[in-house]
């Protein structure tokens, strides 16, 4: 069992930038692979990033690779999204979610536990 909380997000102006945190508790967090998701108003919640258990593997999705970063700290069980570039269209609530298996897939199914996510708004 692993509880996840994000922060982080707030409100900036296109072309800036911001770090989101996802803080873990329990003693298994560097066996978990990560991921971040979003959710704009009346759309599906759809894949961001990954990272693998070890850090080591990352994947993401076309519409924000060269922008975002994905990375981890297992020593302080805290995963990362540093986002700079902002558009208005990456606009949404952004969760993190816990694979127990480790991979870093892109697919939302695989994530078993999640945050309750952080809100990002990016003004034109």
């Known amino acids: 069992q692993v509880q996840l909380v994000e922060s982080g997000g707030g409100l900036v102006q296109a072309g800036g930038s911001l770090r989101l945190s996802c803080a873990a508790s329990?003693?298994?967090?560097?066996?978990?692979?990560m991921a971040w998701f979003r959710q704009a108003p009346g759309k599906e919640r759809q894949f961001v990033a990954a990272i693998s258990w070890s850090g080591d593997d990352t994947g993401y999705a076309d519409y924000v690779k060269g922008r975002f970063t994905i990375s981890r700290d297992n020593a302080k069980n805290t995963a990362y999204l540093q986002m700079n570039n902002l558009k208005p269209e990456d606009t949404g609530v952004y969760y993190c979610?816990?694979?127990?298996?480790?991979?870093?897939?892109?697919?939302?199914?695989?994530?078993?536990?999640w945050g309750q996510g952080t809100q990002v708004t990016v003004s034109s």
């Open positions: 329990g003693r298994t967090f560097s066996s978990y692979g």
């Open positions: 979610g816990a694979d127990p298996r480790g991979s870093y897939t892109d697919r939302q199914y695989a994530y078993e536990y």
